[in-house]
C-alpha cells in the first residue's frame, strides 16, 4: 500500500498570504490528523477529521482551518500568514478509532 | 488533558552502547503509549507501543514497558548502530480515557547520535 502523501514538500510563502496543504491518506483509511512541528514548540495538534467531520481541534487560532473530502482526502488552509507559522506540517492517517496513526512526510512551509 | 515529559538535551553514543530515553507521563485512566522516531528529512514512523499496564513494546531492538506505578515508559535498546540516529518522541493520546489516537501529545523530542 501506498503511504500517506502530502503535497508539496516544500512552500514558500509571504506575511500575509494564504496557503492551502493536501493531504492523501492510506487507502482505506478514514481519519486523518494534522499537527505543526516546530523547534520552539514541538508537535501540537491541529486537527482530527473523520468521514469528513472535524472531531477534535487544537488550541490555534481562527486563521487556522481544515477540511476532508468524501474521498478521505484533507486540506488544511492556513489564512493572513504569519513567521511565527513557519514549520513542519504533518498528516497522519488511520483506519479510525483506536488504530495508530501513520504519518506522512510532512509539508515545510517557510514565511518570509 | 494528557501529558507527557521527556528527558530533554542530545544524547550521544559510540556503535553497541546501551541507550536509555526517559518518559514519563500524566494521564487519567490507562491510555495506550508509543514511541514515534523521527529520521532525518521525514515524517514519524510508528517505532513501537503498549496499550496496558505492565506491556512490553518491542521493535527493531527497543523496547519500553508501560509502568503505570511510576508512570513512565522509558525506551531501552541494548547496542545502538549509527543507523539509529534519530529523533525519538514518547506520545499518548490527550483525551482522557485516550482510546482516540488521532489527537496525540508529544514529547519534546530527543536528538539521538550514534558515532561509529
Known amino acids: 500500500k501506498a503511504g500517506v502523501t502530502q503535497t508539496p514538500r516544500y512552500l514558500i510563502k509571504t506575511r500575509g498570504q494564504q496557503v492551502t496543504l493536501s493531504c492523501s491518506p492510506i487507502s482505506g483509511h478514514r481519519s486523518v490528523s494534522w499537527y505543526q512541528q516546530t523547534p520552539g514548540q514541538g508537535l501540537q495538534f491541529l486537527f482530527e477529521?473523520?468521514?469528513?467531520?472535524?472531531?477534535n481541534k487544537g488550541n490555534f487560532p481562527g486563521r487556522f482551518s481544515g477540511r476532508q473530502f468524501s474521498n478521505s482526502r484533507s486540506e488544511m488552509n492556513v489564512s493572513t500568514l504569519e513567521l511565527g507559522d513557519s514549520a513542519l506540517y504533518l498528516c497522519?492517517?488511520?483506519?479510525?478509532?483506536?488504530?495508530?496513526?501513520?504519518f506522512g512526510p510532512g509539508t515545510r512551509l517557510t514565511v518570509t | 488533558g494528557n501529558s507527557v515529559t521527556q528527558m530533554e538535551g542530545p544524547v550521544t553514543l559510540s556503535e553497541e552502547a546501551f541507550l536509555t530515553i526517559n518518559c514519563t507521563y500524566t494521564?487519567?485512566?490507562?491510555?495506550?503509549l508509543f514511541w514515534y522516531v523521527q529520521y532525518p528529512g521525514e515524517g514519524l514512523q510508528l517505532l513501537l507501543k503498549a496499550t496496558k499496564a505492565d506491556d512490553k513494546g518491542s521493535n527493531k531492538g527497543f523496547e519500553a514497558t508501560y509502568r503505570k506505578e511510576t508512570t513512565s515508559f522509558h525506551l531501552e535498546k541494548g547496542s545502538v548502530q549509527v543507523s539509529d540516529s534519530a529523533v525519538y518522541f514518547c506520545a499518548l493520546p490527550i483525551n482522557a480515557g485516550g482510546t482516540s489516537y488521532g489527537k496525540l501529545t508529544f514529547g519534546q523530542g530527543t536528538i539521538l547520535t550514534v558515532h561509529p
Open positions: 497522519a492517517s488511520s483506519p479510525g478509532w483506536g488504530h495508530e496513526q501513520y
Open positions: 494521564a487519567t485512566g490507562y491510555p495506550s
Open positions: 477529521y473523520f468521514s469528513e467531520t472535524q472531531r
